[in-house]
Each structure stands twice: as structure tokens, then as C-alpha cells.
């Protein structure tokens, strides 16, 4: 490093963009090498993601005493065997839908002359078929040769000029026969000595993970791993049996149907569905076309196309919930993002991989704190808590999305627990800037309007009675994910937050127009804090008033001054003892008899809390609304 101040700084101003760009180049070589290694990893991924499959039943051998080579290998070979016999299955099938092709010409070209008789008006649409026929003209194996008329009126046969590459010899002859045949056969022969040896080895790879991972805390990198292996097992097993079923009730279908070659069209469905949200629809087309060109009619087209409309969404949104939950926890962006980038990287078979990959990194970004970026990019859980998200909204002055999440939370969940968790959460993390000396005035006061503005439009969605909701159903229900998790992040509501006081229910000294005087100490954030105290208490049958210690410190009465039985500090903003002793003691002096509650709004342990009410001597001392809720509910009910 330099002895000179300023080249000192001009680096650290550079290292942002050294930082990047070493990323870029970072990201620019793993590309690369994925690339130029496909040939090496598609077999080693293939591998791994088969050996999470077939661990269940390796272990159900080893609890039936099976040796482990044993039961390896015959798990194995039994998989081997069935990928080996559906890969013939659909070799075969392709082979008689391709001969059984030329008898379908004819219905083909009778079905397009019918549709350019019926759209014969439509310009646009004619072209289209006629283009759609004469790409099938020029796609037919056999050139018809046409005469050509010479000089003298004769007939001349057009002179065909072929070239054709110099041959090789045998060697040559036999690299171009066997190589489309050896390719497959050795990439699934790498395939299976991966698998056999990963699942014989597991052990050993679990602990040299758990190394890599880090060996200070074995208990917690121990089960993290542990987790993420059955999350994965249970995943790839679940996904591969429905995609099995959904092949089969296709294939079941179509053949009732009275497609031709059902099980290539089964086949193909259950195999492209691992492709994530087109799969489906890639795998209804060649069935579709197949069947335009079978029936002179539209029946079959139509009932292919229903199967198709039925199933999928049964299996994307009834049986796949059920199954491994309502989604692999992927955002829909990666998703699509993966499958471009290993589609790109590795063709076809990257985009089967695509999902699988992405969801074994997310794993590994939730356990493991060095790549705790890569669960932020791609997975689906809210990148800020819910009270980030409620206090970012608030800065960017756009409290309409912080409104709909409070709506979409009430829907589960009574307003007292949305502003205890969330709102008033939000407002410390307002004060903190503040204490900081990040929010100039300005930004101050537009932050408190917006807060304002939130307590005023929930004020009106009153949900005394939110019944408790299984968290894992939520996001289905609410449609909201940042409200969705912060309904899931919280407890159950209170009793309290059910109650609501009738005239008869309470005391007598309570019953004046507005016994809850509620005064907020300074600041746009503790006026906040207080509005939101006045409009729990007024909804569950207190009614209150609202008035700034500022103002009663100029003089200024209370809207309504007869009948006050408790009096609620609010207390956001660091403030000395001294102060809210003097406050408590001002208010006992102007108010008789009143009971006193200092609301401050800030986390601590309960024997510091009561240790600081003995010092304010006030009569209670909460740090949450459904404290102060429960407080004055007790202070003004009647004793049955």
C-alpha cells in the first residue's frame, strides 16, 4: 500500500469497480468452463440428482439388512434397467409414428384446402396457409425432376450436379457409423459409475462437504446438510413420480382418445414437464399436430386439446401443493433466468436441468452463510422483512403498497398484531436513522404523513375476530408474498385483540365520551406511535383523543376534558427519566385519580421494564399495543 494519502484514496474510490469487475470475470470464466466442460458435468450433475432419488430406496434395503454393495447396485441396475427400457419403448414408437407419417398427408392437405376455402376473404390468414403448404412441398424426400423444353422443341432432362466428400476410409467409415452411437453410450456409462459410487460413498462426501462448509459448529452444519439432503430427496422424488402420473394419464388419455402412438406422447409429456412452466404446453403440440392430421374432423384436435387444458392444471395446482408444497421455492424470474442460462449453456438437456440445479443452490444459500446471495436472487422468500419493506415504503413517499400488505395481513390477523410486528417495527427503524442523522426535516415529515396516512386507510378494516390460519396456506389465500410472510413470521393473536367493550361493559368512570386522553411526546414518528394507540383502543370500545405534550405544555386543553380515566405517554425518541417522571407526575397533578400508562415503544426485558415503571412510578409501563390494549382493557371492565 502507498505512503501517499492521495493514491490511499484514489484506490479505495477505485476497489468498487475493481470489485466488479473481478466479479464479471469471475462470472464470465464459470460460464466458460461450464461450456467447455459440458461433456464432464451433465454426467456429474446427472448423477448427483439421480443418487437423491434413489437414496430412499437404498435405505429401505439397508434397514432390510441388505449389504450395501448389494443394495446399490440392484437399486441401481433396476433404475438403469427402467430408463433403459422406456428410452427403447420410445426409440420404437417414434420409429412407427415416423413410418405411419406419408398416410397422413392426404387428411393434412384436405384439412388446409379446407380452411383456405373458409378463410378465402382473409388475405393474412390465406398466405399463412399457403405458406404453411408450400414449406410441406419443399420438405418431401423425393424431387420431382421436371422436363425442360430445348432449342430444337425436345425434351431435355435438367443436368443434377452432386458433390460429394472425399471418403475417408474404413476408419474414417467406422468413427462416422459408431460415434452417434458410442456418444450416448458412454455419457450413460459415466452416468451410472457417478451414481454407483456416489451413493456407495455418501458418507464420505457428506463429511467433506460438511468441511468444506465449515467444521467450528459440526452440530449446526451437520443438520443443516441433513436438512438440505431430504428437502432435495423428497423434492426430486416427488416431482419425479408426478411427472411419471402425468405421462401416464396422458398417454391413457390420448389412447382413449385414439391418437396414435400414445406411449411416445405419454412419454415425452412426463419427460418435457421437468421443463419448467412450458414443458407442458411443448409437450400438447406434437399430439395436437398428430391428431389434425389422423381425424378429417376437429373432434379429436379438441378433445386433445381439453386432456391437455385438464391435467395440467390439476398437477400444477392441486397435486404439486400437496406433494412438496406450493412451489420449489424459486422466485418465477429465476426460474425462467435459470432455464435461459442452462439452456444456453448446455442445449436441451440444460433446460431439463435447469430447475433441479437452481433449487440445489437455493438450498445451499439458505444453509450455508458464504452464499447466502444466492438464496436472495433465486429464491422466492421476501429479499426484506416486512417491517423493512413498510419503512422502505414509507421513504419512497408510496404508502398505497404498504396499505394493500396491511389489507392482505388483516385478512389473517387482527390490526393490533399488524401494527405491533410491522408498523410500529417500521417506525423503529425510522428512529434509528433519525438518531443516525440520516432523515433531514423534510424527509421527517414526509415519512410521518405516510405513516399517517397508512393508520388513517387500515383504521376502517376492523379484524377482531381472525380466526388462526395455517401459515404454509397463506400465501395461496392472501396472494401477497411479503404479506403472506409476514402473517407466517408472527404468533397468534392475542385474546385481548378479540374483545370489544360495550357501554354496559364498563366501569362507570369510563363511560365518558373520550375516558382515554393519548399524548405523544415529540417528533412525526411519536405521533405515529400514538395515532395508532388511539385507534386500537377506540376500536375495541375505548374511545380517545390525541394531543402532542407540545401543545399541552403551551397551555392548550384536551378537545374534551371531563371524564378522562387514563392517561397514555407515547414515547418513540430516546427521552431521559427525569422527563417522563415530570410528565407522569403532571399529569396525577391535573387529573386526580387517573390512571397513567407510559407506552414506550421500544424492546426490552421484562425486568428492566418493570424496574423502569417503579422508577416513573406510573401504573403500567408497556412496549407493545396489545400490552397497552390489554392494560387498559383491565383498567376499565367491569369485574363480573
Not at 456409462?189 to 454407483?196: A, M, Q, R, S, Y
Not at 450455508?368 to 422502505?392: M, R
Not at 387517573?594 to 414506550?600: D, E, S, Y
Request: aromatic share 6%; hydrophobic share 50%.
Amino acid at each position: 500500500m502507498s505512503d501517499d494519502p492521495i493514491t490511499a484514496r484514489l484506490l479505495r474510490q477505485a476497489m468498487p469497480i475493481f470489485t466488479a469487475l473481478a466479479s464479471c470475470l469471475l462470472v464470465m470464466t464459470i460460464a466458460a468452463a461450464l461450456s467447455l466442460g459440458r461433456e464432464i458435468f451433465v454426467p456429474v450433475i446427472l448423477a448427483i440428482l439421480l443418487s437423491f432419488v434413489l437414496v430412499p430406496a437404498v435405505r429401505l434395503l439397508r434397514r432390510l439388512r441388505t449389504p450395501r454393495v448389494a443394495a446399490v447396485l440392484a437399486v441401481v441396475l433396476v433404475a438403469f434397467g427402467s430408463l433403459l427400457g422406456v428410452t427403447l419403448l420410445i426409440v420404437n414408437e417414434a420409429a412407427n409414428l415416423a413410418s405411419e407419417l406419408p398416410r397422413y398427408q392426404i387428411t393434412m392437405r384436405e384439412k388446409i384446402a379446407a380452411l383456405k376455402e373458409a378463410t378465402a376473404g382473409s388475405g393474412t390468414l390465406s398466405r399463412m396457409l399457403d405458406m404453411v403448404q408450400e414449406i410441406g412441398t419443399e420438405l418431401q424426400p423425393e424431387l420431382k425432376e421436371q422436363p425442360v423444353t430445348g432449342e430444337a422443341g425436345t425434351l431435355e432432362r435438367p443436368l443434377h450436379v452432386q458433390i460429394a466428400a472425399e471418403k475417408g476410409g474404413l476408419l474414417g467409415t467406422l468413427r462416422t457409423v459408431a460415434e452417434p452411437i458410442l456418444h450416448p453410450l458412454a455419457t450413460t456409462g459415466l452416468i451410472l459409475i457417478f451414481t454407483i459410487f456416489i451413493l456407495l460413498q455418501r458418507e464420505d462426501l457428506r463429511n467433506r462437504a460438511i468441511r468444506l462448509a465449515g467444521s467450528n459448529d459440526l452440530r449446526r452444519t451437520t443438520a443443516a446438510i441433513d436438512d438440505a439432503v431430504g428437502r432435495l430427496s423428497r423434492f426430486f422424488l416427488a416431482q419425479l413420480v408426478l411427472n411419471v402420473a402425468f405421462g401416464i394419464v396422458i398417454g391413457v388419455g390420448l389412447w382413449l382418445i385414439g391418437v396414435p402412438n400414445p406411449i411416445l406422447f405419454g412419454s415425452l409429456a412426463a419427460i418435457l414437464r421437468f421443463v419448467p412452466y412450458v414443458g407442458a404446453v411443448i409437450s400438447a403440440v406434437l399430439p395436437l399436430v398428430v391428431a389434425a392430421a389422423v381425424d378429417p374432423g376437429w373432434t379429436m384436435v379438441v378433445a386433445v386439446a381439453v386432456l391437455f387444458v385438464v391435467v395440467e392444471p390439476i398437477a400444477g395446482h392441486v397435486i404439486e401443493p400437496l406433494l412438496y408444497g406450493h412451489s420449489t421455492g424459486l422466485s418465477p424470474i429465476a426460474v425462467i433466468l435459470a432455464a435461459t442460462i442452462w439452456a444456453f449453456l448446455w442445449g436441451p438437456i440444460g433446460l431439463v436441468l435447469a430447475t433441479p440445479i437452481t433449487v440445489c443452490l437455493v438450498v445451499l444459500g439458505r444453509h450455508i452463510d458464504g452464499f447466502w446471495f444466492l438464496d436472495v436472487i433465486l429464491g422466492d422468500q421476501p429479499a426484506l422483512s416486512p417491517p423493512e419493506i413498510f419503512y422502505q415504503r414509507m421513504l419512497a413517499g408510496d404508502p398505497a403498497e404498504a396499505i394493500d400488505q396491511g389489507r392482505m395481513f388483516l385478512k389473517a390477523r387482527a390490526l393490533v398484531t399488524y401494527y405491533d410486528e410491522v408498523a410500529l417495527a417500521g417506525l423503529r427503524l425510522a428512529q434509528e436513522d433519525l438518531a443516525r442523522g440520516t432523515l433531514d426535516w423534510e424527509r421527517q415529515d414526509e415519512v410521518g404523513a405516510a405513516m399517517r396516512t397508512v393508520v388513517g386507510q387500515l383504521g376502517g378494516l376492523l379484524n377482531l375476530r381472525a380466526k388462526p390460519r395455517d401459515p404454509r396456506r397463506l400465501k395461496d389465500r392472501l396472494g401477497n408474498r411479503e404479506a403472506a410472510a409476514a402473517v407466517a413470521a408472527v404468533g397468534a393473536d392475542r385474546a385481548a385483540a378479540t374483545v370489544v367493550l360495550g357501554s354496559d361493559d364498563l366501569l362507570p368512570a369510563w363511560r365518558g365520551p373520550a375516558p382515554v386522553l393519548c399524548i405523544s411526546s415529540r417528533g412525526p414518528f411519536d405521533e405515529a406511535a400514538t395515532l395508532m394507540l388511539s385507534q386500537i383502543l377506540g376500536q375495541h370500545g375505548l374511545a380517545s383523543q390525541v394531543v402532542s405534550l407540545a401543545a399541552l405544555r403551551k397551555g392548550e386543553r384536551p378537545p374534551v376534558s371531563e371524564g378522562i380515566a387514563l392517561v397514555c405517554f407515547s414515547y418513540l425518541e430516546p427521552i431521559s427519566l427525569s422527563q417522563i417522571r415530570l410528565d407522569v407526575r403532571q399529569a396525577r397533578i391535573a387529573l386526580p385519580g387517573v390512571k397513567v400508562l407510559v407506552g414506550f415503544w421500544r424492546e426490552r426485558d421484562p425486568s428492566s421494564i418493570e424496574r423502569l415503571r417503579r422508577t416513573i412510578s406510573a401504573d403500567v409501563l408497556v412496549t407493545t399495543l396489545n400490552g397497552a390494549l390489554d392494560a387498559a382493557l383491565g383498567f376499565s371492565r367491569k369485574v363480573s
